[in-house]
């Protein structure tokens, strides 16, 4: 049976995971880490760098590494959490041709799925060299609260890395799937899932027989550890510009010190009560002296500054256990996940909430990552007995007169769904109609996110109010939505073209698929090359240090004079092809190296006198 594996693609950092022998198990990065930083960077060379060692560079790079690029995906450039990002972001954010995000590292400009599956392939990779054979089928986590224009990007990042996504699953799902895994229980549960980036919650319930059923779920998509290290960072810059006068974010090394320092601040303070952030040299006085930056944080200083935060998380629980017709008594459980949910103030808060001490049986880190790779066991393995029903974050409806927002498919709805509609012609031989379908809760249109405008095309001449067209919209499984219209009449489908999307054409996924392949070619060819290389310095190391004792032995004779300059040669040569990478010079080498250390090693350990 072809193995699934489960990647939780987050916001801060990724994890990989696979059902083994039955048991969910976490697949460790080449070194040896469960998890891998969500970072993407290119270096002064050109090289591509994913993970720790992007994030080991990202100080002294700022420029051109990528963190955070969850927050970007599948979202337009005119939105204002894009108008945010360009503001703070160490890296270039510029306007792409669809109205969408591009990120520009150094001389070259990729899309915000090219970059999410920069990280993909790499999780990939992780699986691969663990499993010792390729994967090829994917399940990958998003925000519950992602809409169709988010999933859809994570969709074709998971293309562009080479994985067939085979399903899409909320994160906070996926953790209940772990959660719930092996055990039977019928219960009533929460997931709070308070990430690097996004907040979710989730209210389900767990049935015999391994059924999961979502009854509410909302979210904040722009809600999460980034916010809280804004906060201190911006209490650092203020604090700085009224002590020295100068502003550090003029200066992106800087900044990049800042968010790094903030990060381990604010990590720290969940366990201590006070901690002190130290930088020195941080930036130069405009007298051409060096500033320092040093300043206490406390815990209480942290939880006043993001005060707000949690309280929008208390707020969205609020409402979704109104919408799931709850009483907080009625949740018989909950389950922190996320690395923020380790902060002792959001573990008050949601105790507070609910009544209760939060489960401690999961893995805050780990749990999506298991949740999907157990949803992902599922999928292929018809034995396996369980089912899933999620929910659409989302009402999905369209723009009608006056720009208000018809409902079509109400939030909360359990997916797959379908909901049709009657469209009637208004004007004698109207040929086209135009459709704009939205997601979102406003009853305002334009406050809800355009997903596209569909125009249907080719009707049929009549005189107005006879052409009588049924549209159908649809979830499916993913969450992701697709529309198909039909004559009611002749019963013909009619064709639907699709605008104003600011998703990747077929073309440009197509096209960055190549690309990524061609990086793969490179990095295993790179790898291979590293390791030949490794092999082949060795062999010529063990030479040089035999020669002269070897001269010594042998140079009295033609022969032995003439083994020693063939000898010479090969070395010469092979350091050459090491010089130039050339893998298969290095390889054709590597025989005659061979031949001449074990000749070598012959010489010298034979007794002479
Ligand atoms: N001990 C800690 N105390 C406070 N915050 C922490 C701690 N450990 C990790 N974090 C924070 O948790 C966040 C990362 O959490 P996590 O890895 O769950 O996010 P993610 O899955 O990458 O993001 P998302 O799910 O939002 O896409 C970061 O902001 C990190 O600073
Ligand atoms: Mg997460």
């Known amino acids: 049976m072809e193995r699934v594996i489960g990647i939780d693609l987050g916001t801060t950092n990724s994890c990989v995971a696979i059902v083994e022998d039955g048991v969910p198990t976490v697949i460790p990065n080449r070194g040896g880490y469960k998890t891998t930083p969500s970072m993407v960077a290119v270096t002064e060379a050109g090289k591509r760098l994913v993970g720790h060692i992007a994030k080991r560079q990202a100080i002294t790079n700022a420029e051109n590494t990528v963190y955070a690029a969850k927050r970007l995906i599948g979202r337009k450039w005119s939105s204002p959490q894009v108008k945010n990002a360009v503001l703070t972001a160490s890296y270039k954010i510029i306007e792409g041709p669809h ?95 308070l990430g690097g980036g996004t907040f979710d919650i989730s209210v389900l319930e767990i049935g015999a027989g391994g059924v999961f059923k979502v009854i509410a779920t909302a979210g904040d998509t722009f809600l999460g550890g980034e916010d809280f290290d804004a906060r ?15 502003d550090l ?92 949910t380790r902060m002792p103030r959001v573990q008050d808060s949601v105790k507070e909430f609910f009544g209760r001490e939060p489960s401690k049986g999961v893995h805050p880190d780990e749990v999506v990552a298991l949740g999907a790779a157990v949803q992902g066991s599922a999928l292929v393995d018809e034995t396996k007995q369980m089912i899933l029903l999620d929910v659409t974050p989302h009402a999905l409806g369209i723009m009608t007169f006056g720009s208000n927002f018809e409902e079509l498919i109400p939030q909360n709805t359990t997916v797959p769904t379908a909901r049709s509609k009657i469209f009637t012609t208004s004007r004698d031989r109207q040929t086209a109609v135009k459709i704009l379908v939205m997601q979102g809760e406003h009853q305002k249109a334009t406050e809800n996110e355009l997903l596209g405008e569909f125009i249907l095309t080719g009707l049929r001449s009549a005189p107005k109010g006879q052409v009588e067209i049924e549209v159908t919209f649809e979830i499916n499984s993913d969450g992701i939505v697709s529309v198909s219209a039909k004559d009611l009449e002749n019963g013909q489908q009619q064709s639907i073209q699709v605008t104003a999307s600011s998703g990747l054409t077929k073309e440009e996924v197509g096209r960055m698929m190549e690309d990524a392949k061609e990086y793969m070619v490179e990095r295993q060819s790179s790898d291979e090359f590293e390791g030949l290389k490794q092999e082949a310095e060795k062999l010529i190391g063990d030479i040089e240090r035999m020669f002269p004792q070897v001269e010594q032995i042998v140079a009295s004779s033609d022969f032995g004079r003439d083994a020693i300059g063939k000898a010479r040669g090969i070395v010469e040569k092979a350091r050459a092809a090491i010089v130039k990478r050339d893998s298969a010079a290095v390889k054709e080498h590597m025989e005659s190296l061979a031949r001449t250390h074990r000749m070598f090693k012959g010489v010298v350990s034979r007794p002479h006198g």
């Open 232 to 246: 201190i960072i911006d209490w650092l810059v203020q604090g700085f510009k009224d002590q020295h006068g100068v």
């Open 249 to 340: 974010r003029q200066d992106r090394m800087a900044l990049q010190r800042l968010k790094d320092a903030a990060e381990k601040a604010k990590c720290e303070l969940s366990t201590v009560t006070e901690t002190e952030i130290n930088l020195p040299f941080i930036i130069s006085s405009g007298r051409n002296e060096a500033l320092h930056l040093q300043r206490v944080l406390t815990r209480s200083t942290l939880e006043s500054l993001c005060e707000d935060l949690v309280e929008r998380c208390i707020e969205i629980c609020k409402q979704t256990l109104e919408d799931a017709r709850l009483d907080r008594d009625e949740v018989e459980d909950v389950v922190l996940v996320g690395g923020m």
């Open 99 to 193: 109205g969408d995000v591009r990120i520009q590292l150094r001389d070259k400009t990729y899309s915000v799925p090219e970059i999410s599956a920069m990280v993909l392939q790499e999780m990939k990779v992780c699986a691969e060299d663990y499993l010792s054979e390729p994967v090829s089928k994917a399940v990958v986590t998003v925000p519950a609260y992602f809409n169709d224009t988010q999933r859809q990007a994570t969709k074709d990042a998971g293309q562009i890395a080479g994985l067939d996504v085979i399903r899409i699953v909320n994160e906070p799902t996926a953790a209940a799937l772990a959660y719930g895994f092996g055990k039977t229980m019928e219960k009533t549960i929460a997931v709070f899932d």
